[in-house]
């Protein structure tokens, strides 16, 4: 993956705009889903973790949401950091970061 | 041009985007909100995966309680759970808002400040509906 906006900045807007339309969709329905659920114990929501289709979406949700995460972050470090070392940096940990949460959380789904 | 000039002329230059020598308009207001509530929306991220790995390494006990009474027990997490709300409402709202814009719909000033009002609006209404149901 690319670190440079000025290269490949179109791709990054359409990959936003794309994960974007999938999280409108993903988290209307966890929002509703966490709504009917919010007197459940941490059993039955483990419970409905272990369904395989929830599991496929709730993989598919939580990556989608760490890529739009990190193209929007970047996206705020490129505009703000002047110096480029600082910036280049920034970009690094930023993209370690959200592939650190994103396959420890797929890891978490999944198994 | 001297280059030394030149040195000194950008080292006095305030940094993009000159919010500070702006007049605050709803338009810049909504669209300094939506990169906030982004960065609050990641942080809540991070914090849901960390949640998800208690939830898996909690014991039985703690595991048959009803999961979101919790809240209510600490101003923090209600505090939370209100901030994370409203800007996950204002993030969605906002993101159709870009949406339409990009599809060249809504660019209209009028159009622009009754559709930046809508979503304030939703987003309110969408947080005490929220908050009032897990609370």
Redesign the interface.
Known sequence: MSLKSSAKGHVSWRHQRVTAIILLLSLCFILFTLCCQRHASGQELLHWLHHPAYKAFAFISLNTLFYHSFLGIKMVLEDYIHLKAIRQASLFVCFIVHLFFATFGSILILF | MDPSTTSSRSKIRP???HIQIYKPQLTSILSIMH?GT??I??LT??L??WA??A??T?D?D????????SFKSSFLSVAFLVVATFS?FFH?GN??R??FW?MGKGFELKTAYQSGYAVLIISILGTLI?VG??L
């Open positions: 940094l993009s985007p990169r982004g960065i929306l990641s991220a991070f849901s995966v998800l790995y939830l898996r909690m039985n703690a595991l048959s309680l009803p999961l979101f009474h996950l969605m993101g159709v870009h949406l990009d929220i149901g897990f």
